[in-house]
């Protein structure tokens, strides 16, 4: 609590007194309780994000089964580098990178149908959502059904004269079918965060243009594009760091990483090399080294892209 002091010449001053025990105490109480309501979330980060990192960071350096320990240093690492195997399923890895300019188009095409409103946007935007609420196994197994052999997509191909086949014993043909999946599930939520985009725009930008003659290609290319450049990018990164860590609950119900290791992807890897094989350091350092080149590649695309904290 403050008083007033008169100066010498008739100045008063404000003097601060030292707090009283009692405002002490109520700091102290207040502390307390604000350390007390971040315990559980400090503990939950703790439990079960920095922990399990740390951990697995710790096996990645050691040769184990999850039973036994034996520190091998960096040998996990370089046998991962120098494995032709792992070479080889980062390609097939990239071949699913077909899906991110097929499912960024699918999303902008629906998007921009959304922003125009056409008729029965509202009940498009929620069909074209609800793929988002299907997980990722339900979705393989799904397609796994529709174009199997069996499948009803083989049955109307031989009706009409074709040849029935089964493409998940052809590589190229299940990663086709798997991208189809990918694509499928993921244009519907990211059309609404272009959607956001687009609906971010000032409306005026666009009835000046209408005014000026622009028609709706010239408004689309020079207006509504450079507008949600940013949104495009934030869709553009999100969906490969998609495909390059979130492929397994596909691959694992719809190829199970075959026909041999044609369709199997990095993050399948993984969970071949802990699990399959019990070689949890192979798998610890796999699933290091894939975060690292995740992150690099992250920052490549942000500053691509020009990405701020802004954005």
Do not use: C
């Amino acid at each position: 609590m403050g008083i007033l002091a008169v100066r010498e010449g008739g100045d008063v001053a404000a003097v601060t007194s030292p707090p009283s025990e009692r405002q002490s105490r109520l700091a102290r109480r207040g502390r307390m309780i604000g350390l007390a309501a971040v315990l559980p979330a400090f503990l939950v980060v703790v439990g079960f994000m920095i922990y399990p990192v740390l951990f697995a960071l710790y096996i990645s350096f050691n040769d184990s089964n999850g039973l036994r320990f034996d520190w091998v240093g960096l040998a996990n690492y370089l046998d991962i580098l120098a494995d032709p195997q792992v070479h080889q399923i980062f390609i097939t890895n990239l071949k699913f990178l077909i899906s991110v300019p097929l499912v960024i188009f699918a999303a902008l095409v629906v998007s921009i149908l959304l922003f125009e409103r056409i008729r029965g946007w509202r009940a498009f935007r929620v069909l074209f959502f609800l793929p988002n609420v299907l997980s990722a196994a339900v979705i393989g197994i799904m397609f796994k059904s529709v174009f199997g052999y069996n499948g009803p997509f083989m049955a109307a191909l031989e009706a009409l004269g074709g040849e029935r086949i089964d493409p998940f014993v052809d590589g190229n043909l299940a990663i086709a079918v798997i991208v189809l999946a990918l694509v499928w599930s993921g244009f519907g939520y990211q059309s609404l965060l272009l959607l956001s985009g687009l609906t971010a725009i000032d409306p005026a930008v666009f009835e000046a243009a209408a005014l000026d003659g622009a028609g709706w290609w010239t408004r689309l290319w020079h207006i509504t594009l450079p507008n949600i450049r940013r949104v495009l990018g934030f869709v553009f990164i999100i969906n490969v760091l998609y495909t390059f860590s979130s492929l397994f609950g596909f691959v694992f119900v719809m190829t199970a990483g075959g026909p041999g290791f044609e369709t199997t992807t990095l993050d399948y890897l993984v969970y071949l090399r802990a699990f399959s094989t019990s070689n949890l350091g192979s798998g610890a350092a796999l699933a290091v080294l894939l975060f690292m080149f995740i992150g690099l590649l992250t920052l490549v695309q942000a500053r691509f892209f020009k990405l701020s904290e802004d954005d």
